[in-house]
């Protein structure tokens, strides 16, 4: 089993940046490949990026491409998304999620076995 806690969410203007911590307890986080995902009141849960269980890949929603990026540290049982030049519409609670290294796709919520239970994240205009 795998526990996931975010932490690092809140309040902050457009421009500004945060960065969103996922730290897991129980299985280490290098059996998992993670991902970061958002959800905006109404609308449906989306993909922000992923990163490999090696950290050699990492994939992003073109919505983020450029501002957002996905890391992770092992030894630490920490997977991070720093975002910056944030926007209003980047406003959502994000959750972190993780799958098994052997699956190889990335972009939906089917996809992964294991969610944090959110943080939320506001950008004000």
């Known amino acids: 089993q795998v526990q996931l806690v975010e932490s690092g969410g809140g309040l902050v203007q457009a421009g500004d940046s945060l960065r969103l911590s996922c730290t897991t307890s129980?299985?280490?986080?290098?059996?998992?490949?993670t991902g970061w995902f958002r959800q905006a009141p109404g609308k449906e849960r989306e993909f922000v990026a992923a990163?490999?269980?090696?950290?050699?890949?990492?994939y992003y929603a073109d919505s983020v491409k450029g501002r957002f990026t996905i890391s992770r540290d092992n030894a630490g049982n920490t997977v991070y998304l720093q975002m910056n030049s944030l926007k209003p519409e980047d406003t959502a609670v994000y959750y972190c999620?993780?799958?098994?290294?052997?699956?190889?796709?990335?972009?939906?919520?089917?996809?992964?076995?294991?969610w944090g239970q959110g943080t939320q994240v506001t950008v004000s205009s």
């Open positions: 990163i490999r269980w090696s950290g050699s890949s990492t």
């Open positions: 999620a993780a799958q098994p290294v052997y699956i190889s796709y990335f972009h939906t919520t089917d996809d992964y076995d294991y």
């Open positions: 129980g299985r280490a986080f290098n059996y998992y490949n």
